[in-house]
Each structure stands twice: as structure tokens, then as C-alpha cells.
């Protein structure tokens, strides 16, 4: 991110810059401003407003090999460059309207569908998992997510036999999104899956955190979990699903694709071209840990990449 107000624990030891590093003084310069105006709000707001939502916690994802990432943290140190491209977007990102929200799903389906959030949420269950996020800038969070599988919203697309693959893509709001002024930027925010790996278990769609529904810096009213990815996979406040028959440009292809990819799975053993993905710092306590190839869910997802696991592509 732009070299300004870091904090000690946020320089991991290799000096990796940001997934904006390359562009022009022009930007950085913009991105400032974006910072100051952010800054200017009380930071209070962003822990303010937090509705309870309860769920019961699938044992499967019940316990981490760590201690979870304290709360008042994982609100507070966000990636969404709609709001800026530093990590205290969380006072700006308040102005984000989430009601109502409706939701397309759209391409290869078999009948295109708007869905209101409550629609969906009507026809899932909730249920609460503890995962690990790695960023590709290598700091790190231990999170007790809310949501529900994304094989749940395949139920509900019906994808055709020729889908391959998910667009994810993050609302549009330009009176509040003063990140979307910086029009180098390829907006909206969009990634992809292929449908096996929105079919994996591991694939979570997201709608709370630590018992209260997602703040707004963390995606509301949902936003994916895809724990054996770099974060910028985990796409927030998703408005669009479509489905398509090949791979598409994702907002960091199309920004950076020689340093970020559309497979993006975590693995210790390749590096950014700028920085080593060897090791990760938890946000808060500054713990470090090695990273784990798949982030630790290799035993969820490794098959998903059979044959693949010495090919580069797939891990950056
Ligand atoms: N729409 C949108 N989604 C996004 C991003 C973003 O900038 N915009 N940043 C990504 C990145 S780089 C990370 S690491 C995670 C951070 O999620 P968190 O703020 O909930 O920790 O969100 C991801 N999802
Ligand atoms: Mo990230």
C-alpha cells in the first residue's frame, strides 16, 4: 500500500509493497487525498452499528492452529480500494447503502434471476466457521465468519452444463465510493472461481462476522470466503454472480496480471515477483507464522489441482 503510516507490524520483513506499487505519481498522489479525506471522519464509526446475528458453528471449522484475530482489529484494517487504497477505509466505507439489495445472477443459468439478499438468506441456513485469511501482501487474520456454502447459491442459479467458471462482482456507488474517482482502475471489483471450486465445502459465501452482521469495510451484506486463496479472492459486497464458459479478466489481472493471477492459491514456495510468501504476520498481535501451501486447507482443495501442484500458474 502507499509507504505512509505504517505501523511496525505491518512491514513484514522483505519489504513487499502494495498491489498498486507500479503505477504512476499521479495515482499515489490521488490515493493520498483519498487517504486524508478518510481519515478526517471519527474513527468510532466503524465499530458502531453492529447487529447481532447468530449461528451455530459447523464443527468442522471450529477450532485454527492460532488464536483468533481480535474483533476490534478485523474491523478496522480492511483492503477495499472503493473506498481508498489504505487500510482505514472502515470510517468511509459506512456511507456503503446495503438496503435493499438486490442481487443478479445472470449467463449460462438456466433463467437469469434478481434476488433480494433476504430471498437468498430465506433459502440457506446459516452456520459459523473459523478460517484463516492470508493477503498476498503477507499479513494475516483468524476470523469466525457467518454465512453459508456457495454450493447453496449453485442450487439456486442452476447453472447450464456449459459453465465453467463465476463472475463475482462488487456493487457500484460513486457518491460514496471515492475510490471509484480513480478511473485507471478497472471497476467494478470483480473475481472469479471455476464451479468445482465454488462447489468445494471450503467456499463460503458471507453475510457476518464475530456474531453480528458484516460491517461494512468487511463486505456487506455478503461477500465470499475462500480461505486457500489469497484475500483479494474473498470479493465484497457482491451485487452480481454471472456464469461464464471461460476465464474473464479479474479486477488485479487487469491491473497487474503479471503479478497477480486468477488462481491465487497460497503457497509458501512462490513468490510475489517483488516480496516472499514464505512467512505471515497476524494483524493485531504480530505474531508470525509459515505459510502454508493452500493456507493450510490443503487436504480440502489439493484435489481440486491434481497434477498441477509444481505449475506456477495456479499460485500466484
Ligand atoms: N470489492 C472489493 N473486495 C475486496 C477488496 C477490494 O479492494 N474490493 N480487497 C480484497 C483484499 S486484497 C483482501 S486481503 C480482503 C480483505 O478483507 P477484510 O478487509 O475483510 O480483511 O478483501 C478482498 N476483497
Ligand atoms: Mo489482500
Keep these: 500500500m502507499i509507504p505512509i503510516r505504517k505501523k511496525i507490524w505491518e512491514l513484514p520483513n522483505i519489504n513487499p509493497t ?15 487525498s483519498a487517504l ?21 458453528t459447523n464443527p468442522n471449522y471450529a477450532s485454527l492452529d492460532r488464536e483468533l484475530t481480535a474483533e476490534s482489529e478485523a474491523i478496522s484494517y480492511n483492503n477495499f480500494y472503493e473506498f481508498g487504497s ?23 443459468v438456466s433463467s437469469p434471476l434478481e434476488l433480494d439478499i433476504d430471498d437468498i438468506l430465506g433459502r440457506v441456513s446459516l452456520e459459523e466457521r473459523l478460517y484463516r485469511l492470508r493477503c498476498v501482501e503477507t499479513w494475516a487474520m483468524a476470523v469466525p465468519w457467518i454465512g453459508f456454502p456457495f454450493k447453496k447459491l ?39 472461481l471455476s464451479i468445482q471450486e465454488a462447489d468445494n ?52 489481472t487487469a491491473v497487474a496480471g503479471n503479478e497477480y493471477g486468477f488462481w491465487a492459491n497460497v503457497n509458501p514456495d512462490v513468490p510475489h515477483r517483488r516480496w516472499s510468501q514464505s512467512s505471515e504476520k497476524m494483524i493485531g498481535t504480530g505474531e508470525r507464522f509459515d505459510t502454508q501451501i493452500f493456507n493450510g486447507y490443503g487436504d480440502a482443495v489439493a484435489s481440486l489441482y491434481q497434477g498441477q501442484l509444481n505449475n506456477p500458474k495456479y499460485f500466484f
Excluded at 489504505?86 to 449467463?107: M, R, Y
Excluded at 467456499?203 to 455478503?222: D, E, H, W
Design 86 to 108: 489504505h487500510k482505514s477505509i472502515a470510517p468511509a466505507a459506512q456511507a456503503l447503502a446495503t438496503e435493499p439489495w438486490k442481487i443478479t445472477i445472470d449467463g449460462l
Design 36 to 56: 486524508i479525506g478518510a481519515s478526517l471522519l471519527p474513527s468510532k464509526k466503524a465499530h458502531a452499528d453492529l447487529h447481532p446475528l447468530k449461528a451455530q
Design 18 to 32: 502494495s498491489e498498486k506499487d507500479y503505477l504512476s505519481r499521479r495515482t499515489v498522489l490521488a490515493g493520498t
Design 201 to 252: 465445502d471450503l467456499a463460503f459465501l458471507v453475510v457476518g462476522l464475530y456474531g453480528k452482521k458484516l460491517p461494512p469495510q468487511n463486505g456487506s451484506p455478503i461477500r465470499l470466503a475462500v480461505p486457500w486463496k489469497y484475500g483479494f479472492k474473498s470479493v465484497k459486497s457482491i451485487k452480481k454472480f454471472t456464469f461464464v464458459d471461460s476465464i474473464q479478466p479479474t479486477f488485479w
Design 154 to 192: 449453485l442450487d439456486i442459479a442452476q447453472p447450464l452444463q456449459s459453465a465453467k467458471y463465476i463472475v463475482m462482482e462488487t456493487d457500484i456507488q460513486k457518491d460514496v465510493m471515492s475510490g471509484l474517482s480513480q478511473s485507471w482502475y478497472p471497476w467494478p471489483y470483480k473475481e472469479g
